[in-house]
């Protein structure tokens, strides 16, 4: 019966090593966890400030477009201006001409 008690010891104190082993397993994989999600929150706010830099820029690039669109409508404006004026004096050009043969 001794060696009944005995075997039942052992068996009980090997199950509490292999228990107390898992644990503190289990211990050390939590821990490395627990260090990788704080990584990974710390990465999260450089994210956020980047977003918010980028959110930004993507505001002030919106306004330069719209300046860039409306100097593209001065621009047409102007190149059809310069065309009549071209026109007009190519016309003043055929009628200086023509002045000055008459006068001639």
């Known amino acids: 019966m001794e060696k009944t008690v005995k075997a039942a010891e052992n068996l009980i104190d090997a199950q509490t090593d ?54 593209r409508g001065h621009l047409d404006t102007l190149e059809k201006l310069v065309g009549e004026v071209d026109e007009w004096s190519k016309e003043l050009e055929v009628k200086v001409r023509r002045m000055q043969q008459e006068r001639s």
């Open 18 to 71: 292999y228990t107390v082993t898992w644990l503190d397993s289990l211990e050390v994989v939590n821990r490395k966890q627990t260090h990788k999600y704080k990584q990974l929150a710390e990465s999260t706010k450089g994210l956020e400030n980047d977003r918010e830099y980028l959110e930004g820029l993507n505001n002030e690039n919106a306004r330069y477009v719209d300046q860039l669109k409306q100097v």
